[in-house]
Nanobody, 125 residues
Framework: QVQLVESGGGLVQAGDSLRLSCAASGRTFSSHAMGWFRQAPGKEREFVGAIKWSDGSTYYADSMKGRFTISRDNFKNTVYLQMNSLKPEDTAVYYC??????????????????WGQGTQVTVSS
């Protein structure tokens, strides 16, 4: 089993930056993908981006490129989501997720096998 725990969410003002963390424990896989998703009230879950654990390759949703950056720390088994120039429309619950392999359909939530509990990010105007 894999456990994922997100942290770092909170209330910030528009234009601020925030870094979310996702700590993984339990079983690991050699080339798994770690993804970040978000879900705003009344909206569907939205793909932010993903990182390949083995070599750090990243893939982002087009709308997330430029302001959001995903990185990982192998020693800490932690993935980060750096968010800059935050906007009120970034307000959502942010989730990290793990899929056992890097491959197609990274932007689909149905590809991922394990999920964290989510962390709330609220951006005030």
């Amino acid at each position: 089993q894999v456990q994922l725990v997100e942290s770092g969410g909170g209330l910030v003002q528009a234009g601020d930056s925030l870094r979310l963390s996702c700590a993984a424990s339990g079983r690991t896989f050699s080339s798994h993908a770690m993804g970040w998703f978000r879900q705003a009230p009344g909206k569907e879950r939205e793909f932010v981006g993903a990182i390949k654990w083995s070599d750090g390759s990243t893939y982002y949703a087009d709308s997330m490129k430029g302001r959001f950056t995903i990185s990982r720390d192998n020693f800490k088994n932690t993935v980060y989501l750096q968010m800059n120039s935050l906007k009120p429309e970034d307000t959502a619950v942010y989730y990290c997720a793990l899929d056992r392999s890097w491959g197609p359909h990274l932007s689909s939530q149905y590809k991922y096998d394990y999920w964290g509990q989510g962390t709330q990010v609220t951006v005030s105007s």
